[in-house]
């Protein structure tokens, strides 16, 4: 490799055409192991950049977060090699005295190999692509410095500390020119070096002897990757309001604060969830909350990452939903606790036009604290939600349709009938 852009592989999502194995006589080869080797202590000074955007080398490139994060994997496992390769990450460092086992998995794969050897990681050419050192206190940090600068990139190896340590470095690189990998022992330290401080590291390396790691830094990058993305939402037309009487709602409050024209996609079918606000505004019956959606009754469906959608009932701390604004611009948030409580109740229905048979549906607490997302009108903001306790046939509001029939919250091709 003449250069870091071809030693680089982030993640994506899966390729459209699959990975290129090489085959002998008909049948993958046989991979054999390598033995581990300890890298050494380096010095760096602060010229190094966190994010560095550059052109993907994989298959597929979709959102910027993901050209802006690379993965390298460390691994001796040809289960995790061939799981990395088929999601598109194909730079694998290797031991320097391991070059036989680099020649047989490019002999199956097109993958491209860096080895570790004298403090840095060299392209098969010899040519150095970055410095790797190990460090174990704030101290070391701040002595490193690179013996080429002209490398490009920077991995450490942390010895000891993980949460603060991923801070410190972006603190201490900030503004810099190089990236800046961080080698991770599972994929929720990875998350840890991508995410400090708001910014995260340039890069992870992922040592790994699990398929499953590999699968689950995947499907966090595919959530992210969602957050990058606008969801496409319909204007829909209030054709019923009816108070149906008491039931169990659900309040979620999460760990995020939310914005005018945020909430959280909710409805009694998962074909079309309406845009629920969240507590943010100023009210004069109850103090401003904006981290909390009175979200439904315990049986509504809300949308949570990766196209699934889950019953308000199966909410907890700890769990992940989607945040939608009045845009369809989206970001995941967690969340920090669920209030199931019996209130009065208000069934709303809509449909998209008056020739549409399809009927979207809701219910919802009824108090005016609860309100609905209103489309926009002409390019310009009418107003920003309409209370339940407000609402009535002809009004606007917005919906977000999707397929109908669920399993376990993944959307599948079936007949099915609601009502």
């Known amino acids: 490799m003449a250069s870091l852009s071809s030693a680089s592989a982030p993640l994506v999502r899966i390729p459209t055409q699959l990975p290129c194995f090489r085959?002998?006589?008909?049948?993958?080869?046989?991979?054999?192991?390598?033995?581990?080797?300890?890298?050494?202590?380096?010095?760096?000074?602060?010229?190094?950049?966190?994010?560095?955007?550059?052109?993907?080398?994989?298959?597929?490139s979709t959102s910027s977060y993901e050209q802006s994060k690379r993965v390298w994997i460390w691994t001796e496992n040809s289960q995790v090699m061939t799981a990395a390769v088929e999601r598109g990450w194909k730079t694998f460092l290797f031991p320097s005295q391991n070059h036989g086992l680099a020649s047989e998995w490019s002999s199956i794969a097109l993958i491209d190999p860096l080895f570790i050897r004298e403090g840095g990681i060299f392209d098969g050419a010899g040519k150095r692509v970055a410095t790797i050192f190990e460090v174990s206190t704030p101290a070391e940090l701040k002595k490193l410095q690179p013996e080429d600068e002209h490398a490009g990139n920077v991995v450490i190896d942390l010895l000891d500390w993980q949460v603060i340590p991923a801070e410190n470095i972006v603190a201490e690189f900030q503004g810099s020119q190089m990236t800046v990998f961080a080698v991770s022992k599972s994929p929720v330290e990875a998350q840890l070096f991508l995410e400090a401080l708001e910014h995260?590291?340039?890069?992870?390396?992922?040592?790994?002897?699990?398929?499953?790691?590999?699968?689950?830094?995947?499907?966090?990058?595919?959530?992210?990757?969602?957050?990058?993305?606008?969801?496409?939402?319909?204007?829909?037309?209030?054709?019923?309001?009816?108070a149906v009487g008491m039931g169990d709602r659900v309040c979620v409050d999460l760990c995020s604060l939310m914005r005018p024209g945020e909430g959280l996609l909710v409805g009694s079918f998962a074909r079309g969830l309406f845009l629920v606000h969240s507590e943010c505004l100023e009210s004069n019956y109850i103090a401003s909350r904006p981290f909390r959606v009175n979200a439904g009754p315990v049986h509504a469906y809300v949308a949570v990452p990766g196209g699934k959608t889950s019953y308000l009932s199966e909410l907890k701390a700890g769990k992940e939903v989607i945040v939608v604004d009045q845009n369809g611009k989206l970001r995941t948030a967690i969340v920090g606790r669920v209030k199931i409580e019996t209130r009065p109740l208000i069934l709303l229905e809509a449909k998209r036009d008056a020739n549409d048979q399809t009927v979207y549906s809701i219910l919802l607490q009824n108090a005016e604290t609860v309100a609905l997302v209103c489309p926009h009108e002409g390019g310009k903001l009418q107003k920003t939600v309409i209370p339940v306790t407000s609402i009535k046939a002809g009004d606007e509001v917005l919906l977000r349709l999707q397929g109908g029939a669920r399993h376990t919250g993944i959307e599948i091709q079936e007949f099915i009938v609601e009502n």
């Not at 054999?32 to 993907?56: E, Q």
């Not at 590291?201 to 790994?208: I, S, W």
Request: proline content about 2%.
């Open 200 to 242: 995260g590291l340039g890069g992870v390396v992922l040592k790994a002897e699990d398929v499953k790691d590999v699968l689950d830094l995947k499907e966090y990058f595919d959530r992210r990757n969602e957050a990058h993305n606008r969801l496409s939402l319909t204007k829909a037309t209030v054709t019923k309001v009816h």
């Open 23 to 60: 085959l002998n006589n008909g049948k993958v080869q046989s991979l054999s192991r390598y033995s581990k080797t300890k890298t050494t202590h380096l010095s760096i000074n602060p010229i190094v950049r966190m994010c560095s955007v550059a052109a993907s080398d994989s298959p597929v």
